[in-house]
């Protein structure tokens, strides 16, 4: 590939995509981002007008066209919330499917290098503990959740039918639980809804007793990662994740510790098909990449929480 690239990012006005897009731009990449503004937020990419970026809102279920050559197409396009994807299961699905072929499709007639974001989810209410990408998952094909689980393991395997049949150049990372600034207010993981529960000094709610574990990596540091699968010639999923795990209920009480919040914890019934652990093995990450995270929990959560605090001063509901 050429030292100066065109990177289109599918869903890059969201959380993750937009971080993908700063850094890319900073290293003078020119990127464009496709995005149909369902979970994404304009405000995540304003700041890039006047550089070497183009926006279009596009659904990529539909036909992709790009009237420009292409190296890379980084397939972040879909609802990632539980919140988001059980109000639309079906362009969940519709997304991990039509959308997956849709954005392979342009980068086989580009000759453009694929990259699909997968998800720790493929693994479901996961029976070993941590996970490896060998691991082929616990999931409830017909539960709630079901419809995010099954869209990305049927994205992963088209991507590695593509990957088979056409020779295409394909990477997959399967990305665990991740946090930073640009997350929504509303957005409905864990992590946002206890910030902004204790900066508004609401009750913060656990579901179950909070001994369910997550592994929280930094967004700084999955986005290294991320552009590490890029430029590798490794074409198998690989995990990117932070291997230290911690239950909610830590992980509540940090946030509670760190804003100063007074907020009493509640606990709610857990979700159907919630998790009960998660956490990745990154094995093959640090053998491959080179790869695995170096910011904290709590170095993390600061502008995490300077984030929420800015956002909620000019929200009014």
Known sequence: MSTKRTILITGGAGFIGSHLAANLLDGGDRVIVMDNLLTGDIRNISSFVGRDFLFVKHDVTQYIVVDEPIDCVLHFASPASPADYLQH????????????????????????????????????????????ESYWGHVNPIGPRGVYDEAKRFAEAMTMAYNRSHSLATRIVRIFNTYGPRMRLRDGRAIPNFITQALRGEPITLYGDGSQTRSFTFVDDLVHG?????????????????????????MAEAVLELTGSSSELIEEPLPIDDPKVRCPDITRARKILGWEPTVTLREGLVPTIEWFHSQLDGDDT
């Open 89 to 132: 299961p079906i362009h969940t699905l519709k997304v991990g499917a039509l959308g997956t072929h849709k954005a392979l499709g342009l980068a086989k007639d580009q000759g453009a290098r694929f990259l699909l974001a997968s998800t720790s989810e493929v693994y479901g209410d996961p029976q070993i503990n941590p996970q490896e």
């Open 226 to 250: 991320i552009l590490a699968l890029l430029d590798s010639d490794e074409c198998e999923p690989v995990n990117l994740g932070n291997p230290e795990e911690v239950t909610i209920r830590t």
